[in-house]
């Protein structure tokens, strides 16, 4: 059988906060559409734009939700895009959602909406906050104890995330948390490995999520528990003419 | 009682089996029992028995007759030689029980494990006809006085002539005589050179009622020499041929696998009490297979 | 009564039988594709041993002939399925529509793992097979049959002038079926075990793929469609999928029957050799007919005119 070489995506694996200003691996921002138009879409990578396109929102009929892999931006299919000959274009429905993710990489992105008609009016700028009625989700894969903040008013959430059981494991769960302005709601919430956590911005927001207490992996001996050897009575004679210090 | 209890391998043939392969050798190889002058073997027509011959040896272009020199005419001054052929023709076997060949009363009654043999010899002359003489005799008569001047008057300086080519003369016809002999002989194995071959091996000769007895008996002798010296070794027939050569396959894959086999006679009287033996109107042969790693 | 008899006892019949043996050879390969796994064979067999028996009611018994396996191995690849995490989708209230995730995948494409352990020490099998011996003219003007069944069964070449050739003619054949011992059942799933996890870093990472994935060893069984014994998963792999007892017995038949002869006798017949460029003097051989009693085999036959 011919071996595939494949990779392992270790970045689902490394630690670090996961933040609505530069996207990663393993979260999500989602853009409601509320209104129909034309936009432009910019994304950016370490501050540079990679990537521009035309959204086009409140054509009948068009699609509710699209979602966009900014890894693989050089990669787009063609059917995603435009209807004319320079630049991608996607059509969306009004009230329809556009999500952008990162699928591989250590690359941190960021993502700028506006009014094609009107620049200025930015619909998002995800480096600054989210707007109010987009979310932001993150997918948590270390077991342990995680913080969420919203960093302009402080108000803060914690997120204790369980080991999977192989005998119970379901994919694909995802719990909602509300952000209403000044906290979040529900304040806690328990996940299982792999799962995701949903964040609805009610206003506008900046969420970085934190791991501040790693679950025990099982694999370090508990406190308490060393194998110890402890000599009994005093100690024996040298065998040889050298006296003990002892 | 199995063919091979006595030995691994056993070979038979009938009588009438090996009549048929003496034919088939008599056809195939004429020149051994045909024997005649360089003229005579351009004009085979001429010779006393008409050869039949395999259509093989005519398009191998194997000669029909072994070609032997001409008869010379003793003390010709000028030698002459006379054509002339020996055939030998119509040789039919018969195995112990003898029942289709009655040997004469000479050879006595066939023995156990013989086997009688009857065939024609033929001698064809080519004799000078009269109109020949009276070209050849002033020539003799010439250098006959000549030779005999040399010889009286030994300081006479009459220069040694070349031996003189021989005239042999064409002839039209031979004049032909044939003889009925009859042979007893045995089998026997032996070897030749490292093979073991089954041999045949004369053991009485006679030619019928010839007189006067000693030329019966000079006849005799010379057809002894010609058949013991001359035409039995050249029968000799390789062991693995006695049994069809069956073994062959078996041969060939041992020597894959490393294994030497090959076959040796059954021995006598260990394992047979003859071997070969003529039985049943047979000759039988009985063979034993011999591995060496 | 017939010209020629040759006759070869039963010990010597046993020699040509076990020296015709040892040319046999079998080696095959296969892989068959299944989607989410390919299952294949790499074999090589030889055979050993057997009892020779001659009977008299005219057949050949061969029995207990062992199949060697210089190799049986079992090629097992698998697709090990996406494994990802996130994805999954949640009501949201109206006007925004129900939102799904995306998921993000451990590997950057579906990894295969394949294996391929060598069972040929853990099993053995025998054939036996009886057949009568058989004569037969062959004619080295006539064209071979295309294409060729003996063309890689077949020891020495063909020969350039006719032959009377002697087979041995098994007309059934039993084979042993292929039984794996239990512990081929523990050495696959281990082999296979251990070569998924190797693809997997250690640790909590390791705790969740396994997660995902639910176990490898359930992995493998769910992929495989198997059920709980994998040795007599793989005895029927063998003894019917890829029907490997067939193409041996078909094999060895054609091998005996009709690519390799006993014996072999040239006709004409070859009495005297050629000789200072006379040539050689050959005999027609006529009728050659081959029976077996208890004791040895006969051939006769007859001198053509």
Not at chain 1, 98 to 127: C, N, P
Not at chain 3, 177 to 199: H, M, Q, R, Y
Request: proline share 8%.
């Amino acid at each position: 059988m011919p071996q595939k070489s494949v990779l392992l995506n270790r970045a689902i694996f490394s630690v670090r906060p996961y933040e609505s200003r530069a996207l990663t691996v393993l979260t999500t921002l989602f853009h409601h559409f509320s209104e129909a138009g034309s936009y432009e879409l910019f994304v950016r990578r370490g501050g540079a734009v990679i990537y521009r396109a035309a959204v086009l929102v409140g054509e009948a009929g068009a699609q509710q939700q699209l979602n966009l892999d900014l890894a693989t931006l050089a990669q787009e299919r063609p059917r995603d895009c435009c209807d004319h000959d320079h630049g991608p274009r996607y059509t969306l429905g009004v009230n329809s959602v556009m999500g952008f993710y990162v699928s591989q990489g250590t690359g941190a992105y960021s993502v700028e909406i506006a009014r094609t008609e009107h620049k200025e009016r930015r619909a998002l700028d995800s480096a600054a906050l989210i707007p109010a009625g987009d979310l932001f989700a993150v997918t948590l894969v270390r077991p342990g104890v995680y913080r969420a903040v919203e960093e302009q008013s402080g108000a803060e959430a914690q997120i204790r995330v369980a080991h999977p059981d192989p005998k119970s494991y379901r994919k694909g769960e995802v719990t909602l948390i509300t952000f209403g302005g000044k906290e979040f709601k529900p304040k806690r919430a328990e996940i299982v490995s792999g799962h995701s956590v949903l964040f609805r911005c009610e206003a506008p927001a900046r969420i970085r999520v934190e791991l501040v207490d790693a679950a025990e992996t099982g694999t370090r001996p508990k406190p308490g528990t060393r194998f110890t050897v402890r000599r009994s009575g005093p100690p024996a004679a040298p065998k040889s003419g050298k006296k003990s210090s002892g | 009682m199995a063919f091979t209890d006595r030995s691994d391998i056993y070979g038979a043939v009938h009588e009438e089996g090996l009549n048929r392969v003496v034919r088939h050798i008599m056809r195939q190889r004429p020149s051994l029992f045909n024997y005649a002058t360089p003229f005579l073997a351009q004009h085979p027509d001429l010779l006393c028995v008409p050869i039949e011959a395999a259509p093989e040896v005519f398009a191998a272009g194997n000669p029909l007759v072994t070609v032997q020199q001409p008869l010379p005419v003793l003390a010709a001054p000028q030698p002459v030689g006379l054509n002339y052929c020996v055939q030998f023709t119509d040789m039919e076997i018969d195995f112990h029980d003898s029942d289709t060949i009655k040997l004469p009363p000479e050879l006595g009654e066939l023995a156990p494990q013989r086997f009688a043999l009857r065939l024609k010899g033929c001698f064809g002359l080519g004799c000078l006809p009269d109109g020949y003489y009276s070209d050849l005799i002033p020539l003799e008569e010439v250098l006959a006085v000549t030779q005999a001047g040399r010889d009286s008057f030994s300081l006479s300086h009459v220069p040694e002539r070349q031996p003189r080519d021989p005239i042999i003369l064409p002839v039209r016809k031979l004049t032909c005589f044939c003889l009925e002999l009859f042979a007893v002989l045995h089998f026997e194995w032996g070897k030749i050179g490292k093979d073991d071959y089954l041999k045949v091996r004369l053991d009485g000769l006679e030619v019928v009622d010839l007189r006067p007895v000693e030329m019966e008996n000079i006849i005799e002798c010379y057809a002894e020499a010609v058949l013991r010296l001359g035409i039995l070794p050249r029968l000799s027939v390789k062991i693995e041929k006695m049994v069809l050569d069956i073994t062959s396959v078996l041969r060939q894959q041992g020597i894959a696998v490393g294994q030497q086999i090959s076959l040796q006679p059954a021995p006598v009287p260990a394992a047979v009490p003859n071997n070969p033996a003529i039985e049943d109107d047979q000759l039988k042969v009985f063979v034993n297979l011999v591995v060496t790693p | 009564m017939a010209h020629l008899t040759v006759a070869v006892s039963e010990a010597t019949f046993i020699r040509s039988f076990d020296l015709l043996k040892r040319n046999f050879v079998f080696q095959d390969s296969d892989l068959q594709d299944h989607g989410a796994f390919t299952l294949g064979y790499d074999v090589k067999m030889h055979l050993e041993g057997g009892q020779v028996d001659l009977r008299a009611d005219n057949t050949v018994q061969i029995k207990e002939l062992d199949i060697r396996w210089d190799r049986l191995k079992v090629i097992i690849g698998l697709d090990i399925p996406e494994i990802c995490v996130g994805g999954g989708c949640i009501n949201m209230p109206w006007p925004i529509p129900d939102i799904c995730l995306p998921k993000v995948c451990v590997f950057s494409g579906d990894p295969d793992v394949s294996i391929s352990p060598d069972f040929a020490s853990l099993v053995a099998q025998e054939i036996s097979f009886t057949g009568s011996l058989d004569a037969r003219y062959f004619d080295a003007s006539l064209p071979l049959p295309s294409p060729d069944p003996c063309s890689l069964l077949r020891i020495d070449p063909l020969p350039t002038n006719n032959q009377w050739q002697i087979f041995l003619d098994p007309q059934t054949l039993d084979i042993d079926l292929f039984d794996f011992p239990d512990i081929v059942g523990n050495l696959i799933e281990n082999a296979l075990t251990n070569a998924v996890t190797a693809l997997i870093p250690g640790g909590w990472v390791r705790d969740l793929i396994l997660a995902i994935i639910g176990g490898v060893a359930d992995l493998i069984r769910a992929i495989l469609d198997i059920p709980d014994d994998i040795q007599e998963w793989l005895s029927d792999l063998f003894n019917v999928s890829f029907g490997l007892l067939d193409f041996i017995a078909t094999l060895v038949l054609d091998f005996f029957a009709s690519c390799n002869p006993f014996y072999r006798v040239d006709d004409p017949f070859e009495i005297l050799p050629a000789s200072g460029g006379l040539i050689p003097v050959r005999a027609p051989i006529r009728n050659l007919s081959v029976r077996v009693d208890d004791l040895e085999m006969v051939v006769q036959a007859d001198v053509g005119a």
